[in-house]
Structures are given as C-alpha cells and as structure tokens.
C-alpha cells in the first residue's frame, strides 16, 4: 500500500516561514515528479510547486520568489520551503507523486495557516 507522508505544517505569523515534508514508500514504479498542491476553503486545489526527476521545476505565479521545492531522490521525499508567508497561503497543502507509468498518488494533507 502507498504511503505518502506529510509533515511540517502548523499556525505560523505572516512573514513567517515554514518547511513540509513529504516522503514517499511502496511505490512499486519509479517516481517521475513530485510536487504540492493547496486548497483554501470554498476553493479548487492548485498547483503550488512541481520538480521532476531531473530537477526541473515550476511554480505558481503567487509563490514564485516566495517557496522553493526540492526533492531528495534516494529518499523519495520532497520538500517545500515557504518563506514570506501571507494570509492568503492559508490552506490544507497536498503532495502529489507521479510515477513513470503515469500514476498519480495523493497525501492526506497537512494544514498551513498563516495568521497573527
């Protein structure tokens, strides 16, 4: 069974800054790329950051200059750093996992809120 597991979200102060994590396990097929998703409340899921195997990456306009993705493929984890943070970031942050063979896998979640 796939195990996608999230940590490093929490309450933090606009300006502040936090770091998910996300390692994955069972995966029976080489992961092609990795990235986060977000959802506000009342809102659709969004891409946030995606690397792949290779490194490349892209971001989202609003978090560009803001968050850095990076992934550690020995350990099949995947990390986001978000620094500056604002209200508006605000979210339940997802990872997402897709491997070479095209499927896609989802973590439970792990909640951001930036607030003072």
């Known amino acids: 069974q796939v195990q996608l597991v999230e940590s490093g979200g929490g309450l933090v102060q606009p300006g502040g800054s936090l770091r998910l994590s996300c390692a994955a396990s069972?995966?029976?097929?080489?992961?092609?790329?990795m990235a986060w998703y977000r959802q506000a409340p009342g809102k659709l899921r969004e891409l946030v950051a995606r690397?792949?195997?290779?490194?490349?990456?892209n971001y989202a306009d609003f978090v560009k200059g803001r968050f850095t993705i990076s992934r550690d493929n020995a350990k099949n984890t995947v990390y986001l750093q978000m620094n500056s943070l604002k209200p508006e970031d605000t979210a339940v942050y997802y990872c997402?996992?897709?491997?070479?063979?095209?499927?896609?896998?989802w973590g439970q979640g792990t909640q951001v809120t930036v607030s003072s």
């Open positions: 997402n996992v897709q491997t070479m063979n095209m499927i896609t896998y």
């Open positions: 690397v792949t195997l290779g490194g490349g990456t």
């Open positions: 069972r995966i029976s097929f080489s992961i092609y790329a």
